[in-house]
């Protein structure tokens, strides 16, 4: 897959989206509005990064970017038809949306919280907010076209 030239970034201090360059990733990027460190630590991730009960803020309510969280169990078979689907879009849209995984048995805080009774379900966040929920073992494109709004 070839590297972008450039990725948009929230300011978690402001909200304002920042274009950041390719090549300036690694070097501390700030807010063009209010001059505030922008986070690009996630930018180069291509695998789904793990979500606990204790680093739910960190990892999904503060991230510069859109999330879609995967809430899932080993145990559950339709779960394992959706890992791989995450897998792919985790590198398919590296810089452009976090995803992240969350066992909801060994974080039972984080699945009562946002009341998941049925796994897989995909919850998908912006600047700090839950905007969609899906729920089951939905096919690539539907997720695709679900996020499509926030890419």
Not at 107 to 132: V, Y
């Amino acid at each position: 897959m070839a590297t972008q030239d450039s990725y948009v970034v929230r300011c978690m201090n402001c909200g304002t989206k920042n274009r950041v360059p390719a090549d300036k990733v690694d070097i501390s990027a700030k807010c063009g509005k209010c001059g505030s460190p922008l986070n690009t630590e996630d930018l180069g991730n291509a695998h789904p990064a793990a979500v606990t009960d204790g680093n739910f803020d960190t990892q999904v309510l503060k991230s510069p970017l859109p999330v879609l969280l995967d809430c899932w169990a080993p145990w559950c078979g339709p779960c394992k038809m959706v890992g791989p689907i995450m897998d792919e879009l985790a590198s398919e849209w590296r810089g452009r949306v976090k995803v992240c995984k969350l066992n909801v048995d060994e974080n039972p805080i984080m699945g009562s919280k946002f009341q998941i009774r049925s796994i897989p379900t995909l919850l998908i966040f912006d600047n700090g907010r839950l905007m969609e929920t899906l729920v089951g073992a939905v096919p690539k494109e539907q997720i695709i076209q679900t996020m499509a709004r926030f890419l």
